[in-house]
């Protein structure tokens, strides 16, 4: 079995003595800045005051509301009803959330990209601007579209506009800048102008890149859209927070069912659509 | 120089344009079918999503007019005193927006190290039984893909309100997203190194230690810091349940209408969150131009 005999171990290693020398200097370093971080988490369980004590009465708590899940059950098929009701208006302010930012975002997005506009104040001024609008979460401008548009779903569909808007403009034009310039030169060289060359040489590029992207984030914006809700614009997440706050565990466990179920559905069905659409590749 | 560009004749014109047509006939139609379920698509989720664009129209004023009226007061000659009565809270904002830093951090770094654990029984080329990556995968999706918020609101009721809710909440969050992330990345690696420790008698445990995790460590760091990133902006929101950090300010600032408040701390997170973005994608980029150099 063991044909292949070792020599003794110490020879080889005399032999080649640097493979067999630890590594202090990398040692070193990979200790100190664990070290670091494992500090920083101390510290901060310290500073946050959190309650250990708690711990394990939140856990019993915590398995007392999971017992009380099962079964999952919608109370009534009115109830039943409604919450159907509400998924669909969730899955609407995913999809126009995503459609609404990712068309406002396209032309932006052109702005923001060093080889459209060569402009460097143009550039740096929307790359700030989409900044800001990705920094604020989607729940914060939630809150806010329901102040000037009131209580409802359309808020919702808003507030994923503004904060998708931010996003994909950061995407879009990261992946505008990525294209290859040749084909654009080409368009340039047989006698078309600037936009003919971003219309022919640059958009056929981009477009199956952009369109994956798209499909991507309709997928986690659903799950954003289950959640803004609690804010009161629209979707299932209202009534997720109602049953939760008035301990209603067997709807709160049917909810969270659907919410899963729409959202694998939702993963598999936009996945489908990505790979037809650009075939089996990584997205940026 | 200058050079006549031939010109075709007519008849050969119209026969290469004919061609051109009848190639891109099928992918224009396919466009047009594709438009128009989109326009369907759109005009039926504008109908369930209850859109009035009328009242959009009528009431868009609202909208910069609510940021004008958040807008401090300044002017010229008092400046300063400006300055600081629009800050008024700084200090107590400061400290808030440091709690949501560490809760982000802290539940990063908890969830992290638990997807870490997890990650390699997800992946399929370092476990035999198809029903552990089965049973693991499944686990992590359902920890993603519940939104943390619900969890942090779950978490409040369990064990009070405060920090631990929040820390829980994004902990979990991060598992899922993490664990997913990771195994993807070791499904990717080089079947080499693993076979080597296997075939000189290393365990399961010694083939994860020294055939997958120096191959995988760097583009794990990167994606927790990724991921570390996205958690600031959750934990900014997390006090909207009560579940610690600024977000339990804002939501009252916005509530009780404090309008100079809401700009205030607005500012604050989104200053935090842009030197938070900008820090790690320094590091990141390192950390990915270290993989690079060393392949």
Known sequence: MNSFNFENQATIAERHPHLFRPDWWNRGKITVGFGAAIALFVYGIVQLDIPFHRLSDGMFRLGGFLQLMVPPDPGSWAQALIYLHALGETVAIAFLGTLGGALLAFPVS???????????????????????????????????????????????????????????????????????????????????????????????????????????????????ATIIGIVGAGGIGLQLAEQIRVLEWQRVSFLILLILITVSSIDWISGKLRFAIIGRREIA | MRTAVPEFPE????????????????????????????????????????????????????????????????SFSSAWVDLSEWLWGLPRWTRLLGDTLLIAYVGTLAGA??????????????????AIVFVTRRVLEFCRTVPEIVFALIFVLAFGLGALPGVLAIAIHTTGALGKQFAEVVENIDINPIE???????????????????????????????????????????????????GQDLIEAVRKFYFTDVSAILLLIIVTVMLIDFVTERVRHRLLGLEGARK
Not at chain 1, 150 to 178: R, T, V
Request: proline share 3%; aromatic share 12%.
């Open chain 1, 110 to 224: 052109l702005l923001a990209a060093r080889n459209v506009v060569a402009n460097r104040i143009v550039h740096l001024l929307t790359r700030r601007g989409l900044d800001t609008m990705r920094g604020v979460d989607t729940l914060i401008w939630a809150l806010i579209w329901v102040g000037v548009v009131g209580l409802g779903p359309f808020a919702g569909i808003l507030a994923l506009i503004c904060s998708d808007f931010g996003s994909f403009g950061k995407l879009f034009s990261e992946a505008i800048e990525a294209a290859d310039k040749k084909p654009g030169e080409g368009v340039l060289a047989a006698g078309g102008s600037h936009l003919h060359g971003i219309r022919f040489g640059l958009l056929p590029q981009v477009i199956p890149i952009l369109l994956s992207q798209v499909l991507y984030y309709f997928e986690s914006n659903t799950r954003s």
């Open chain 2, 196 to 246: 080597g420790v296997a075939a000189s008698g290393g365990s399961w445990i010694q083939i994860v230690r020294f055939g997958a995790v120096p191959q995988v460590l760097s583009n794990f760091v990167s994606y927790a810091l990724l991921r570390f990133e996205i958690n600031v902006r959750g934990a900014a929101v997390m006090g909207f349940v009560g579940a610690g950090g600024i």
């Open chain 2, 113 to 130: 190290i638990s997807g870490f654990a997890l990650c390699f029984l997800a992946s399929a080329n370092l476990v035999k039984s198809r």
């Open chain 2, 11 to 74: 008849a050969r014109l119209q026969e290469l344009a004919d061609r051109y047509a009848v190639a891109v006939a099928a992918k224009r139609r396919r466009l047009w079918l594709g438009t128009a379920v989109l326009i369907a698509a759109a005009l039926a989720a504008g109908w369930m999503g209850d859109v009035k664009l009328g009242m959009f129209a009528e009431n868009f004023w609202r909208f910069p007019a609510y940021f004008a009226s958040t807008a401090p007061k300044f």
